[in-house]
């Protein structure tokens, strides 16, 4: 049985977390294999919204395992609360399962983030300040805790190291010290309450691969927001492209099935960075209003445009998509008028393909085909064949396009507003 994964292929909040949702319905696993709580993930259930950022969408089935694997950063605290949240709303958490090789983060993380921004002045990258980044610069600086480490002897010990070498650096910038005692103090009521949910959960996942178990892949973030493929510096603090599913979770490429890109029927990016099609007027203002595209983690106004065509077959390279899952589809058929970018204008050179050298995105004007829109009421339509041609002529021009089938259609917010291809 091959494992499917879930990408976002643009800035993220493309509305990964209904496909998945979807797929899981029929997933005996459902994996989520980078970032930490700087992504975030909606999800409606039961006629209640959810916003989720570290567990699995797949939690929702209760016959789902849900796995947060090793490429994940995890703040206790928020997972925490995260659990005792779905538990309140009669939510069963008991498939929820936690790798033990997942880095963790600290006060320290959290502090070192603000500082790094505020040290940026007007070059400000637009983080979440939730600490991912300088979590995963320890991971990488071989000075992280892990979960395993929470419940050894050495914690205290390692705690106590990475607290003095961080107060050495707020120091400089005169910025509060930290206590080890207080942290430790705190994180021994988070170790006692996470402790049944962790294993090894890249020997689990394979072990139900092999018993034929139906296993899903979900990413965080976006493939435009990558550490290596994205706008960088403009980036998250990871892969949250098909690399990073794959060393995130311990699968190999073999197991690898469908992979499905995920966007919407127009684009959004929130935080800083180059946005070729971004729309600074009444169109993007109206188009962030019909979709509310406010911010799962931080409530910040999206920034909306229309959807870009260029970037779209760059993600789908990158990743190896075999399949396009388009949300909201009913929102941009709202408007009279619909534009798709095919190219980009590039001191009069015509570019089509993307770039991440963010002189050339910002000097760059996007090219564009116009479609009508006034799809009408769409939300009750469950087959493609029932859409008004003006959404058929749409969706067909995506396809041809990018040669990419599209295989989910969003037509409304609620789980089961969606077109599905057999």
Same mark, same amino acid.
């Given at each position: 049985?091959? %494992?499917?994964?879930?990408?976002?292929?643009?800035?993220?909040?493309?509305?990964?977390?209904?496909?998945?949702?979807?797929?899981?319905? #029929?997933?005996?696993?459902?994996?989520?294999?980078?970032?930490? #709580?700087?992504?975030?993930?909606?999800?409606?259930?039961?006629?209640?919204?959810?916003?989720?950022?570290?567990?699995?969408?797949?939690?929702?089935?209760?016959?789902? *395992?849900?796995?947060?694997?090793?490429?994940?950063?995890?703040?206790?605290?928020?997972?925490?609360?995260?659990?005792?949240?779905?538990?309140?709303? $009669?939510?069963?958490?008991?498939?929820?399962?936690?790798?033990?090789?997942?880095?963790?983060?600290?006060?320290?993380?959290?502090?070192?983030?603000?500082?790094?921004?505020?040290?940026?002045?007007?070059?400000?990258?637009?983080?979440? #300040?939730?600490?991912?980044?300088?979590?995963?610069?320890?991971?990488?600086?071989?000075?992280?805790?892990?979960?395993?480490?929470?419940?050894?002897?050495?914690?205290?010990?390692?705690?106590?190291?990475? %607290?003095?070498?961080?107060?050495?650096?707020?120091?400089?910038?005169?910025?509060?010290?930290?206590?080890?005692?207080?942290?430790?103090?705190?994180?021994?009521?988070?170790?006692?309450?996470?402790?049944?949910?962790?294993?090894?959960?890249?020997?689990?996942?394979?072990?139900? *691969?092999?018993?034929?178990?139906?296993?899903?892949?979900?990413?965080?973030?976006?493939?435009?927001?990558?550490?290596?493929?994205?706008?960088?510096?403009?980036?998250?603090?990871? #892969?949250?492209?098909?690399?990073?599913?794959?060393?995130?979770?311990?699968?190999?490429?073999?197991?690898?099935?469908?992979? =499905?890109?995920?966007?919407?029927?127009?684009?959004?990016?929130?935080?800083?960075?180059? =946005?070729?099609?971004?729309?600074?007027?009444?169109?993007?203002?109206?188009?962030?209003?019909?979709?509310?595209?406010?911010?799962?983690?931080?409530?910040?106004?999206?920034?909306?445009?229309?959807?870009?065509?260029?970037?779209?077959?760059?993600?789908?390279?990158?990743?190896?998509?075999?399949?396009?899952?388009?949300?909201?589809?009913?929102?941009?058929?709202?408007?009279?008028?619909?534009?798709?970018?095919?190219?980009?204008?590039?001191? $009069?050179?015509?570019?089509?393909?993307?770039?991440?050298?963010?002189?050339?995105?910002?000097?760059?004007?996007?090219?564009?085909?116009?479609?009508?829109?006034?799809?009408?009421?769409?939300?009750?339509?469950?087959?493609?064949?029932?859409?008004?041609?003006?959404?058929?002529?749409?969706?067909?021009?995506?396809?041809?396009?990018?040669?990419?089938? *599209?295989?989910?259609?969003?037509?409304?917010?609620?789980?089961?507003?969606?077109?599905?291809?057999?």
């Amino acid at each position: 049985m091959k %494992v499917d994964v879930v990408l976002g292929s643009f800035y993220g909040d493309e509305g990964k977390g209904k496909v998945i949702d979807h797929l899981a319905q #029929n997933a005996d696993v459902s994996v989520r294999a980078t970032g930490g #709580n700087n992504a975030g993930h909606t999800i409606v259930f039961d006629g209640k919204k959810y916003a989720m950022h570290l567990i699995p969408s797949g939690i929702f089935s209760k016959n789902t *395992i849900a796995i947060i694997g090793n490429g994940v950063v995890i703040d206790p605290k928020v997972l925490v609360d995260e659990i005792n949240n779905l538990k309140a709303n $009669g939510i069963d958490v008991s498939n929820l399962k936690i790798s033990d090789k997942a880095h963790v983060i600290f006060p320290y993380h959290i502090a070192m983030d603000k500082l790094l921004e505020d040290l940026r002045k007007e070059g400000k990258i637009g983080t979440t #300040n939730r600490g991912i980044g300088p979590a995963y610069c320890d991971k990488f600086e071989r000075s992280g805790i892990r979960v395993c480490d929470l419940y050894k002897e050495s914690f205290k010990k390692l705690l106590d190291r990475n %607290v003095e070498a961080k107060n050495a650096l707020f120091k400089l910038y005169n910025y509060p010290k930290l206590n080890s005692d207080e942290i430790y103090k705190t994180y021994l009521d988070y170790i006692e309450e996470l402790r049944p949910f962790v294993c090894q959960t890249e020997v689990l996942v394979h072990k139900c *691969i092999e018993e034929g178990k139906k296993v899903i892949c979900e990413g965080a973030q976006a493939t435009l927001l990558d550490i290596d493929f994205g706008s960088y510096p403009y980036v998250t603090s990871s #892969n949250p492209t098909i690399g990073g599913i794959i060393t995130g979770s311990g699968l190999g490429a073999k197991d690898i099935g469908e992979v =499905y890109g995920v966007l919407k029927g127009y684009s959004s990016r929130v935080g800083e960075g180059p =946005y070729i099609t971004e729309l600074k007027n009444e169109i993007g203002d109206k188009i962030r209003e019909l979709g509310h595209e406010y911010g799962t983690t931080t409530g910040r106004p999206r920034r909306c445009g229309w959807l870009d065509l260029v970037a779209l077959k760059y993600a789908i390279n990158i990743n190896g998509i075999t399949a396009l899952a388009i949300n909201h589809v009913d929102t941009i058929g709202k408007l009279d008028e619909i534009k798709v970018c095919t190219a980009y204008d590039f001191e $009069g050179n015509i570019l089509d393909a993307f770039t991440t050298d963010a002189d050339i995105c910002s000097n760059s004007k996007p090219v564009y085909k116009t479609f009508k829109g006034n799809f009408g009421d769409i939300s009750n339509i469950r087959k493609r064949k029932d859409l008004p041609k003006e959404a058929k002529a749409y969706l067909n021009f995506i396809e041809k396009y990018t040669k990419t089938p *599209i295989k989910f259609i969003g037509v409304g917010p609620e789980r089961e507003q969606v077109i599905v291809k057999k």
